[in-house]
């Protein structure tokens, strides 16, 4: 059972994320693509995939220009949220609609807390456009969501993840 091909598409699509964005009009708020992949991956796999894949996430968000303010406070606010969304996995699966409300959860509070950051001095950002951030975010979701959950099973079905 190899799990390589498994982290490889995890990767590439964290890296597609993370990089996406940068082709998105300016002046128009970016949905969060890296919330979607640790959603996916946390309700697929549970607490742990969750993690690592968040904590993978963050670390790129981090790195890649314009990076974050402070250095890995992204990274840890993934890994919490795919760790919360992994414990969700059970209850997530009893229902369609669960898994876009999980998600949202999640997606607001990483907003949350890059707008407490902010309102704490580090970094600079509009209440307005977290608010549409999760808005857009909430509407790519809709579609994106269940095309990366479709690859999760494509995955464990392979036996990758």
Do not use: H, K, Q
Request: glycine share 10%; hydrophobic share 60%.
């Amino acid at each position: 059972m190899n799990r390589l091909p498994g982290v490889l598409v995890r990767l590439l699509l964290l890296v597609l994320a993370v990089l996406l964005p940068s082709a998105w009009p300016t002046g128009v708020p970016r949905p969060d693509l890296v919330i979607l992949i640790v959603a996916a991956a946390a309700l697929m796999r549970g607490p742990t995939t969750g993690l690592l894949v968040g904590l993978a996430g963050g670390w790129l968000l981090d790195l890649v220009p314009p990076g974050a303010e402070p250095a890995g406070a992204s990274a840890l606010t993934y890994a919490a949220v795919g760790l919360l969304l992994g414990l969700t996995r059970r209850l997530a699966a009893s229902s369609p609609v669960l898994p876009f409300l999980a998600t949202a959860l999640g997606s607001a509070l990483v907003l949350a807390v890059r707008g407490i950051t902010a309102a704490a001095g580090i970094g600079r950002v509009v209440w307005t456009e977290l608010v549409w951030t999760w808005a857009i975010t909430m509407l790519v979701a809709i579609i994106v969501l269940p095309a990366l959950l479709a690859v999760e099973r494509w995955l464990r079905e392979r036996r990758w993840a």
